[in-house]
């Protein structure tokens, strides 16, 4: 579909073979660190090497708006959006707090806040003012949704040219929820919007309800195709959504890991998987968030997180959380000792 997807190899599954036999010689019993050895594997698989490095890690927060946060799908009105990109700049957003704790490189993009925003430090790359509001319009152009994939890309390769070794996604929009629940609806062909769609930023169950009808109503109005990726995300996706793309292909093009957050931005990666399938390779899915439609987004890849921490804040604050115990995984790679170099017999380890 995307030029790019053809540049984006499988996972190298032989270097993968290699890494599972040595992780055999290490002194511990075979798959004792359970899911730490299988993700050590994946990273080899990832980047080819039988001795993958994870570190430095590089966070990217896509900021934008959504045109149907105006039919009441959210607890915070839609300035929020503009209101925590300050404080992301400022430093005093969760993600700040956690990027600095992993010393994670850290970019805040605006690929479609509504609202000018000129600070140093931000990244802007505004494809438009927020997206139509989807219960009346189309959420953008399909031309606008290549151009959002484009800036993602950009972003990524910028900031894995700056060294960055495991690349961690995260968002700022209100109600993306909203779009994130109406593409999952539409690619699981899902009616039962209860099974979808969650509290997002903790609206009452009376805005639960209106929240799905509004879902439901806007997917009947805009009819898109299950089967074209693009037309969905152009017709019900938003901006960050497509940026989170871009950064996929362009981490999965230079073998970079991926180290998914959480119901949005899993979305995304379920919409890049849709475009090409080898991305699914490269996805590290770092948590479970309470959101109840992540659930069903984890099941369509096939792919387990890190951690469940109840987490429902997005802005990468699940994958930044998650991200030490893949640094964990590639150092037990690197630094622990094999059987014949410990002195220690194999008969002993039980």
Request: glycine share 10%; charged share 20%; with cysteine.
């Given at each position: 579909?995307l030029k790019?997807?053809?540049?984006?190899?499988?996972?190298?599954?032989?270097?993968?073979?290699?890494?599972?036999?040595?992780?055999?010689?290490?002194?511990?019993?075979?798959?004792?660190?359970g899911?730490?050895?299988?993700?050590?594997?994946?990273?080899?698989?990832?980047?080819?090497s039988?001795?993958p490095?994870?570190?430095?890690?590089?966070?990217?927060?896509?900021?934008?708006?959504?045109?149907?946060?105006?039919?009441?799908?959210?607890?915070?009105?839609?300035?929020?959006?503009?209101?925590m990109?300050?404080?992301?700049?400022?430093?005093?957003?969760?993600?700040?707090?956690l990027?600095?704790?992993?010393?994670?490189?850290?970019?805040?993009?605006?690929?479609?806040?509504?609202?000018?925003?000129?600070?140093?430090?931000?990244?802007?790359?505004?494809?438009?003012?927020?997206?139509?509001?989807?219960?009346?319009?189309d959420?953008?152009?399909p031309?606008?949704?290549?151009?959002?994939?484009?800036?993602?890309?950009?972003?990524?390769?910028?900031?894995?040219q700056?060294?960055?070794?495991?690349?961690?996604?995260?968002?700022?929009?209100?109600?993306?929820?909203?779009?994130?629940?109406?593409?999952l609806?539409?690619?699981?062909?899902?009616?039962?919007?209860?099974?979808?769609?969650?509290t997002?930023?903790?609206?009452?169950?009376?805005?639960?309800?209106?929240?799905?009808?509004?879902?439901?109503?806007?997917?009947?109005?805009r009819?898109?195709?299950?089967?074209?990726?693009?037309?969905?995300?152009?017709?019900?996706?938003g901006?960050?959504?497509?940026?989170?793309?871009?950064?996929?292909?362009?981490?999965?093009?230079?073998?970079?890991?991926?180290?998914?957050?959480?119901?949005?931005?899993?979305?995304?990666?379920?919409?890049?998987?849709?475009?090409?399938?080898?991305?699914?390779?490269?996805?590290?899915?770092?948590?479970?968030?309470?959101?109840?439609?992540?659930?069903?987004?984890?099941?369509?890849?096939?792919?387990?997180?890190?951690?469940?921490?109840?987490?429902?804040l997005?802005?990468?604050?699940?994958?930044?959380?998650?991200?030490?115990?893949?640094?964990?995984?590639?150092?037990?790679?690197?630094?622990?000792?094999?059987?014949?170099?410990?002195?220690?017999?194999e008969?002993t380890?039980?």
């Amino acid at each position: 579909m995307l030029k790019i997807c053809e540049k984006i190899q499988p996972v190298d599954k032989n270097i993968g073979n290699e890494v599972r036999a040595y992780l055999d010689t290490l002194t511990k019993p075979i798959g004792s660190l359970g899911m730490v050895e299988e993700l050590a594997i994946q990273l080899g698989e990832i980047t080819s090497s039988r001795f993958p490095t994870v570190s430095p890690p590089g966070v990217i927060v896509f900021a934008a708006d959504h045109g149907v946060a105006g039919e009441g799908v959210s607890a915070y009105p839609q300035e929020v959006t503009v209101q925590m990109v300050h404080n992301f700049l400022n430093g005093g957003a969760a993600i700040n707090v956690l990027a600095k704790q992993i010393e994670a490189k850290l970019d805040i993009v605006d690929i479609g806040v509504a609202g000018e925003i000129a600070r140093e430090g931000l990244i802007s790359r505004k494809v438009r003012y927020g997206t139509g509001n989807f219960l009346k319009e189309d959420a953008m152009s399909p031309d606008e949704a290549l151009e959002a994939i484009q800036v993602g890309m950009d972003v990524a390769n910028d900031m894995i040219q700056r060294g960055a070794k495991c690349l961690l996604l995260g968002e700022m929009g209100i109600g993306n929820t909203t779009s994130s629940s109406a593409i999952l609806s539409v690619l699981l062909g899902e009616n039962n919007l209860e099974r979808i769609v969650g509290t997002g930023t903790g609206i009452s169950v009376q805005q639960i309800k209106h929240k799905q009808q509004v879902i439901k109503q806007a997917i009947e109005n805009r009819h898109p195709d299950p089967g074209d990726p693009l037309d969905i995300l152009s017709k019900l996706g938003g901006l960050e959504i497509a940026g989170m793309i871009g950064a996929i292909f362009a981490a999965a093009e230079k073998r970079i890991p991926i180290l998914i957050d959480g119901f949005i931005s899993t979305v995304s990666a379920v919409l890049a998987v849709e475009m090409c399938q080898h991305i699914r390779g490269y996805l590290i899915i770092g948590h479970q968030s309470k959101e109840i439609g992540h659930r069903r987004a984890l099941e369509l890849l096939k792919k387990r997180p890190l951690l469940d921490l109840e987490l429902r804040l997005g802005e990468g604050s699940g994958a930044a959380l998650a991200y030490p115990i893949v640094e964990a995984s590639a150092r037990i790679l690197k630094n622990m000792a094999t059987f014949s170099a410990a002195g220690v017999s194999e008969s002993t380890i039980s």
